[in-house]
């Protein structure tokens, strides 16, 4: 009970005590959605195939993701760590884009499957409210699988390694309370952001001048900050199962 505890509360912990790293990860956020963005309007305004654009969107955004990623587990567990808003960029964080990578490719090799068999139950039992949730649930059914090896970020930057059995080893026991830590966190943000989207309206970015929107700007700065917070609530959780896991090892 104590771990669950810890493991929920590292990352508003973090947050708490570190809100300029947090506006400097937000930031970064923000600029991770504007370049993903340009990329995506290049892409409409070129004639590119379809899903062209939305590929090289997510393969700009990866850098950042990374940096980011990296630099709120160096916060957790290297606090000491001297460095602005714990930001580097080096081989670790460079190992961190191809673990991202990696982990999206498997993501999407469960979600796909598990969205259209979703999909196919819903239409075969006429239950409109399962089909049209297939997507969400798909994408769940990714979560619960990769949050068996949530620890081995926490080991990347903690060790400078990648141990798929010491992350398996790791979240033994405490499987339950990373999935519930980590689907509640994605459930949160994707509401909020949804919420903050609704209220504030932005128009569409169909061209170059719609990036320039006051209204775009600040629906893209409140999905940044709550994915950034929902990242630091993830991360405590792998974080936190890694450094009890350490010093279990020990």
Same mark, same amino acid.
């Given at each position: 009970?104590? $771990?669950? %505890?810890?493991?929920?509360?590292?990352?508003?912990?973090?947050?708490?005590?570190?809100?300029?790293?947090?506006?400097?990860?937000?930031?970064?956020?923000?600029?991770?959605?504007?370049?993903?963005? *340009?990329?995506?309007?290049?892409?409409?305004? *070129?004639?590119?195939?379809?899903?062209?654009?939305a590929?090289w969107? =997510?393969?700009?955004?990866?850098?950042?993701?990374?940096?980011?990623?990296?630099?709120?587990?160096?916060?957790?567990?290297?606090?000491?760590? +001297?460095?602005?808003?714990?930001?580097?960029?080096?081989?670790?964080?460079?190992?961190?884009?191809?673990?991202? $990578?990696?982990?999206?490719?498997?993501?999407?090799? $469960?979600?796909?499957?598990?969205?259209?068999?979703?999909?196919? =139950?819903?239409?075969?039992?006429?239950?409109?409210? #399962?089909?049209?949730?297939?997507?969400?649930?798909?994408?769940a059914?990714?979560?619960?699988?990769?949050? %068996?090896?949530?620890?081995?970020?926490?080991?990347?930057?903690?060790?400078?390694?990648?141990?798929?059995?010491a992350?398996w080893?790791?979240?033994?026991? +405490?499987?339950?309370l990373?999935?519930? =830590?980590?689907?509640?966190?994605?459930?949160?943000? %994707?509401?909020?952001?949804?919420l903050?989207?609704?209220? $504030?309206?932005?128009a569409?970015?169909?061209?170059w001048?719609?990036?320039?929107?006051?209204? #775009?700007?600040?629906?893209?700065?409140? %999905?940044?900050? =709550?994915?950034?917070?929902?990242? *630091?609530?993830?991360?405590?959780? *792998?974080?936190?199962?890694? +450094?009890?896991?350490?010093?279990?090892?020990?």
């Amino acid at each position: 009970m104590a $771990i669950f %505890r810890e493991a929920a509360l590292a990352g508003p912990r973090l947050i708490a005590r570190a809100p300029l790293p947090l506006l400097a990860w937000t930031l970064i956020r923000i600029a991770q959605q504007y370049a993903s963005l *340009a990329v995506l309007i290049g892409a409409r305004q *070129a004639g590119a195939g379809l899903g062209v654009g939305a590929v090289w969107s =997510v393969l700009v955004a990866l850098p950042f993701e990374a940096l980011v990623l990296t630099a709120i587990l160096r916060a957790e567990l290297k606090p000491e760590a +001297r460095a602005f808003a714990f930001l580097r960029a080096g081989q670790t964080e460079l190992r961190m884009a191809g673990l991202l $990578i990696l982990a999206g490719l498997v993501g999407v090799l $469960i979600a796909l499957p598990a969205s259209v068999a979703a999909a196919y =139950v819903g239409f075969a039992l006429r239950q409109r409210l #399962l089909a049209g949730s297939s997507l969400a649930i798909g994408s769940a059914a990714a979560i619960l699988a990769l949050a %068996r090896f949530a620890p081995v970020p926490a080991m990347l930057v903690d060790h400078r390694r990648v141990d798929i059995g010491a992350a398996w080893r790791a979240s033994q026991g +405490r499987y339950g309370l990373l999935a519930i =830590v980590i689907l509640a966190a994605a459930a949160i943000e %994707r509401g909020l952001g949804d919420l903050g989207s609704q209220l $504030i309206s932005p128009a569409g970015a169909n061209g170059w001048l719609a990036l320039f929107s006051p209204l #775009l700007l600040a629906s893209i700065a409140w %999905r940044s900050l =709550v994915g950034v917070a929902s990242l *630091a609530v993830m991360a405590g959780a *792998a974080a936190t199962v890694w +450094r009890a896991s350490r010093q279990t090892l020990s």
